[in-house]
């Protein structure tokens, strides 16, 4: 396909595919005279410990743009939100001690 795209667009991505469980999640670069800015939503991250969230954080926040940074909340150890370099939305979030999903 190479030679079906200008030079600039060579390096992109066409198509990814990832497999979460039984989830497929896919995506690619948009093409200029397609490209939206991301709006409307963010993209989640949970981990369990306190270390791990700080670390996916500082890797996210790095060229980007920090909206809350990671502190304790009262339904997670540690919670932070960031626009990283590219534009999308993230929220960190790592579980309380003890917290199992579906706990009220």
Not at 5 to 28: C, D, F, Q, Y
Not at 31 to 37: K, R
Request: charged share 20%; net charge negative; hydrophobic share 40%.
């Amino acid at each position: 396909m190479a030679k079906q795209v200008s030079p600039e667009w060579r390096n992109k991505i066409m198509h990814a595919h990832m497999t979460v469980g039984s989830t497929v999640l896919m995506g690619s670069d948009a093409p200029p005279e397609h490209y939206q800015a991301p709006q409307g939503f963010s993209l989640s991250i949970g981990v369990k410990e306190v270390a791990e969230g700080e670390r996916i954080f500082k890797e996210l926040e790095q060229g980007g743009k920090v909206q809350m940074p990671m502190q304790k909340t009262f339904w997670a150890a540690s919670f932070g939100m960031v626009v990283d370099r590219f534009g999308i939305p993230w929220m960190v979030n790592c579980e309380q001690a003890g917290a199992a999903a579906g706990d009220d």
